[in-house]
Every structure is written in structure tokens, then in C-alpha cells.
């Protein structure tokens, strides 16, 4: 038998370097109408936190699957350039807590 996986603290970083300004990737990440052209699941979704123009964070839910969240952050990376850092952690930071109420 193997130890249940504590999924808070699993988490899926993706990073993109992509040739537009931060600013625009920006844009693209927290407005409402831009980001629900790409990831629709978060159409709709107010961000748990923001840090204007680098982070924001978002709740995110899977079919079947706890909450957790993802986190955009946008740096630049030379001149028109950016990188755009995805990290997706699955469960939330009461999970635990939940379980031992369980």
C-alpha cells in the first residue's frame, strides 16, 4: 500500500516565453472578455489575488477533482518579449483540515 498523495502540494508549472510585451500578456490574463477566449474555464472566475501587472491568482476545479488554483505570472524577458509562468496546484491550502473534519 502506498501513502495517500497530499495533493496541496502537488503542483504543474508551465512557462512560455512569448514575443509581446507584458503588458499585452497581462491584459490577455486578467481581463474578463481576452482570457475567455483561451481558457474558458475561468470566464467567469474573480481572482483570489493580484498583484497588478505580475500575478494573479484564480480558483480552479476539475471535474471530480478538490479545488485548487492557478497562478499567472507575466515578467519580461528583453525587449517585446515576456514569460508567462503557469502554476496549477491541485487541492487547496484547507484540505487537510477538511479531511481531519471528514
Known sequence: MTDPVDTADEALVLEFELQAEPQKVWRAI??????????????????LSSREGEEVVYPWRDRGQPEGQVTFRVRA???GCSILTIVHVRGCANEPLMRLAA
Do not use: I, K, N, T
Not at 32 to 46: I, K
Open 30 to 47: 486578467h481581463q474578463d472578455a481576452l482570457r475567455e477566449q483561451w481558457v474558458p474555464a475561468l470566464a467567469d472566475v474573480s481572482p
Open 77 to 79: 524577458a528583453g525587449e
